[in-house]
């Protein structure tokens, strides 16, 4: 069956340094993968969208941004943390009778 | 208005008491409906879709209503381990600049089951 794995599963960075996250697929080829951030207080935000290698869709601007060099690896990164970037950070895929399965997830605190 | 809104709670309830929760949204177009549950720490988990019809698995009883746009959630005899975070999911048929079927997550509820 299908299984995410993200790493790191905590991460504490100070402002202005710079971050790379990792998600990896399982179980499956040639998924569509997301990239999701929750923050406290909020709903769970879309911040990018893959369907394959090399290609890679983001809605909101931001200084974050993604990279999918292999069928089931998803990074997401930054140059220079902010405070807001702070949340849980959360790699997605489709999965029958699944709107979205997530990954355990990554949780960011930027001091 | 906000696309999904739920009352973020705390609902503090008694074990083995009912407990409903509802979820409203803005889009009338909206063609797809879930509910998702998050453990503290944790990532959201698929709980049940939600049909026109009304479904129910255990426990557990999804509502739609089209015409007041909200759905709901009732969990009978509670349980300790029912103690979470209930997450409404709206899907859109419209596409997202991503290209995809727009999900819209709302802020959840949060569930407390006291024994």
């Known amino acids: 069956s299908q299984t995410i794995h993200q790493w790191p599963a905590t991460l504490v960075q100070p402002v202005g340094s710079p971050l790379s996250l990792e998600c990896t697929v399982e179980?499956?080829?040639?998924?569509?993968l997301y990239w999701y951030r929750q923050a406290a207080g909020r709903g769970l935000q879309l911040l990018f969208y893959?369907?394959?290698?090399?290609?890679i869709s983001s809605e909101v601007p931001q200084n974050l941004s993604a990279s999918r060099p292999q069928d089931r690896q998803f990074i997401l990164s930054s140059k220079k943390l902010l405070l807001s970037d702070s949340g849980f950070y959360l790699c997605?895929?489709?999965?029958?009778?699944?709107?979205?399965?997530f990954g355990p997830g990554t949780r960011l605190t930027v001091t | 208005r906000k696309e999904v809104e739920q009352d973020p709670g705390p609902f503090n309830v008694p074990e083995g008491a009912t407990v409903a929760f509802n979820c409203t949204y803005s889009?009338?177009?909206?063609?797809?409906f879930f509910w998702y549950r998050q453990d503290c720490r944790k990532e959201p988990k698929l709980l049940m879709s939600?049909?026109?019809s009304g479904n129910e698995d255990g426990r557990f009883t999804a509502q739609l209503n089209r015409a007041s746009q909200y759905i709901s959630l009732l969990i009978r005899d509670s349980k300790l381990s029912d103690s979470a975070t209930y997450l409404c999911?709206?899907?859109?048929?419209?596409?997202?600049?991503?290209?995809?079927?727009?999900?819209?997550f709302g802020t959840g509820t949060r569930l407390t089951i006291i024994p």
């Open positions: 997605a895929l489709n999965r029958v009778l699944y709107e979205q399965y």
């Open positions: 179980g499956t080829s040639n998924p569509n």
């Open positions: 893959s369907v394959g290698i090399g290609q």
């Open positions: 889009n009338s177009a909206s063609q797809s």
């Open positions: 939600v049909y026109s």
């Open positions: 999911v709206v899907k859109d048929a419209i596409i997202s600049n991503f290209g995809n079927e727009k999900l819209t």
